[in-house]
């Protein structure tokens, strides 16, 4: 108990001191600068309907925009499309403004596209720069290693108060195995937007730390090898990382602005291929996925293979240590009492699946088709209104996604 105290309190000093140099350097911003990442998050989601918003994951990727801007000069369809900022019509509008009069002179040159409102420019500028088109420099794997930014993250939180299920009574039915104490902690490097790699850990409250039940320590570990080009591989992904396919309906992991009321955002926006940075432990994909063709005609595959948590209703007759049957599959990523922990990689879980999509800057349309093999069968009981929901250990979903 005491060794885990300690590294608690290292933890919680690092965190502390990482947290003073964000202050410290948030201080020397300079003056112009004084759209917060914040006010911008706010104006984005305010009218979204966003359930399972992952408020964290957007910040963050806000901040590496802000390190990295877009150049609107040079910026292609899907470029433009995975900075996730416009709408498909401004996108639209702004490519065809290029088209008839060239390059941006300047960023307020905006204002002369119908789409853009001066409100729309001041919530991208931030993001953004507008340069002359120079002869773009080689794209090299060796200069991306070196030239980039690393990033350490610590945060630690904990609720004062002693809760029931922390107090130690023996009495109790599910009494938690670990303390009230949750540590996130990441470690990435990224140059720009092409190249990412990076590890992060986590434990939950409630979650034992570096005992019997886990002796790893963090009950949590991603990991991700990501690379973005502008030749025939687009997008290479090793690792964790998220796929998002149209409006969803066959596949769509991690962020991504969804419907508002607005008529301008009628659909859910993001790069097909995303490395994952995020602490979900259910909803991303592990193995290896590309991206690959023409600015118009682009093909996608992957493939993943993971454990996951799922509640066990039946075990071999054999080895009581197979599951023969599972009731659900759970996604809240918790392994706080024993009941929790006993469901926790308890079944193996295996995703192929391709997309090939074709680009216009008026529209894109493309077909999509992903299978899912689980090690155990799913026999859950349906309910009338369940009829057609999934019930069994293979999955075949297909489809065809559209906009202009």
């Given at each position: 108990m005491n060794s885990n105290k300690n590294v608690y309190d290292t933890i919680i000093i690092l965190w502390i001191t990482f947290q003073s140099i964000s202050v410290t350097y948030a201080q020397i911003n300079p003056a112009g600068d004084n759209i917060q990442t914040g006010d911008v998050l706010e104006q984005m989601v305010e009218s979204e309907d966003l359930s399972e918003f992952d408020y964290d994951t957007?910040?963050?990727y806000l901040d590496f925009l802000k390190a990295n801007p877009i150049n609107l000069n040079n910026a292609t369809l899907t470029?433009?499309?995975?900075?996730?900022l416009l709408s498909e019509i401004q996108i639209r509008d702004l490519l065809q403004h290029k088209k008839y009069y060239g390059s941006l002179l300047n960023i307020y040159e905006l204002q002369t596209i119908s789409s853009f409102t001066l409100n729309d420019i001041n919530r991208i500028k931030p993001y953004i720069i507008?340069?002359?088109?120079?002869s773009a420099s080689i794209q090299n794997i060796f200069n991306e290693l070196d030239g980039g930014k690393y990033q350490i993250y610590f945060r630690s939180s904990r609720i004062v108060q002693e809760q029931v299920g922390y107090s130690g009574d023996s009495t109790l039915s599910s009494p938690y195995l670990g303390d009230n104490y949750r540590i996130y902690t990441r470690f990435r490097y990224a140059y720009k937007n092409k190249l990412s790699y990076g590890i992060t850990a986590e434990k939950d409250p409630g979650e034992s730390f570096g005992d019997s039940y886990q002796p790893r320590g963090f009950d949590f570990y991603s990991a991700h090898f990501f690379r973005r080009t502008n030749g025939f591989i687009k997008s290479l992904a090793l690792g964790d990382y998220e796929v998002r396919i149209g409006q969803g309906l066959t596949i769509f992991n991690g962020f991504g602005l969804g419907k508002s009321i607005y008529s301008i955002a009628v659909r859910r926006t993001g790069p097909v291929l995303d490395p994952y940075t995020s602490v979900d432990e259910n909803r991303f994909l592990r193995g290896a996925a590309a991206t690959f063709g023409s600015d118009k005609l682009q093909a996608t595959v992957f493939g993943s293979y993971k454990k996951i948590d799922a509640n066990v209703s039946g075990v071999d007759s054999v080895d009581s240590n197979i599951p023969s049957e599972i009731s659900?599959?759970?996604?809240?990523g918790l392994h706080r009492t024993l009941n929790e922990w006993e469901d926790k990689d308890a079944i193996k879980e295996s995703i192929a699946g391709a997309?090939?999509?074709y680009y216009n800057p008026l529209f894109s349309i493309g077909?999509?088709?992903n299978y899912t093999k689980l090690s155990t069968p799913l026999n859950k009981d349906i309910s009338p209104y369940e009829i057609f929901d999934f019930n069994d250990d293979e999955l075949l979903n297909l489809g065809v996604h559209y906009s202009f």
């Open positions: 957007f910040l963050e470029e433009l499309r995975n900075t996730r507008v340069q002359q088109n120079n659900s599959i759970t996604y809240t997309d090939i999509t077909v999509s088709g």
